[in-house]
């Protein structure tokens, strides 16, 4: 094989090297998942189902965590009016990390009427990893304070995740549980398409690199021989 033609096939195996990365590369894991709520109201028990779906986006060390309602749960006999109604909920920590994460959200921006399912606006909340390793997120407990009253709704369902992310804790922690969707222990937590699309980049350009300083070797090699 001519040395353009050995040049030409280990830039195009550079490329291609890199396309694999980029391809084979862990990302978050996020699902839409059906909770079934049992709602302990001021007026005694109600239940419904919503879908819930939880998203995480970097932010500084750690991860701002939305949890979205796609169905109203609970209702109230009477008007709530504007700002009445203060909702929040818990999110369920697994894998690597336990405990729970608190969300919270605004109060109701409009009157909601009376026997109507209650809306509940994003909730969000920060997750900074303690741990290293894959952290799941399943909804938890929602609470909705209104009119000087309190209703708890508990999933009854044993939903599963809704998210998973691959996390890494700033201070090295390591696998393991804790009091508190793959990426291999010491690479930077990512999620979103932003931090995706720059840290796969990077892998791409270090497989072209390598390819790169192959083609100058054998180029500089090729010059002695013909000396």
């Known amino acids: 094989m001519s040395y353009h033609k050995r040049s030409a096939a280990l830039a195009a195996a550079a490329v291609l090297a890199g396309s694999a990365v980029l391809t084979?590369?862990?990302?978050?894991?996020?699902?839409?998942?059906?909770?079934?709520?049992?709602?302990?109201?001021?007026?005694?028990?109600?239940?419904?189902v919503s879908p819930i779906d939880i998203k995480g986006v970097r932010s500084g060390s750690g991860y701002r965590i939305t949890m979205s309602w796609q169905k109203g749960v609970s209702s109230s006999p009477v008007e709530l009016g504007k700002g009445a109604m203060s909702p929040s909920a818990t999110i369920v920590l697994g894998g690597a990390d336990s405990g729970t994460l608190t969300v919270r959200g605004p109060a109701n921006q409009a009157a909601i009427p009376a026997d109507t399912p209650i809306k509940i606006s994003d909730l969000s909340g920060t997750y900074t990893p303690r741990k290293t390793g894959k952290v799941t997120f399943t909804a938890g407990v929602l609470t909705i304070k209104a009119l000087g009253t309190t209703t708890t709704c508990t999933p009854a369902n044993r939903p599963s995740p809704s998210l998973t992310l691959d996390v890494t804790a700033a201070g090295g922690g390591t696998s393991g549980s804790a009091s508190s969707g793959s990426a291999p222990s010491g690479q930077l937590?990512?999620?979103?398409?932003?931090?995706?699309?720059?840290a796969l980049g990077t892998l791409g350009g270090t497989v072209l690199l390598a390819g790169a300083a192959g083609v100058l070797w054998l180029t500089r090699r090729n010059q002695a021989v013909r000396h």
């Open 24 to 48: 084979a590369a862990p990302v978050a894991r996020a699902d839409v998942v059906d909770v079934n709520y049992q709602c302990k109201t001021p007026i005694g028990d109600k239940s419904a």
């Open 189 to 198: 937590p990512q999620t979103g398409p932003e931090d995706s699309v720059v």
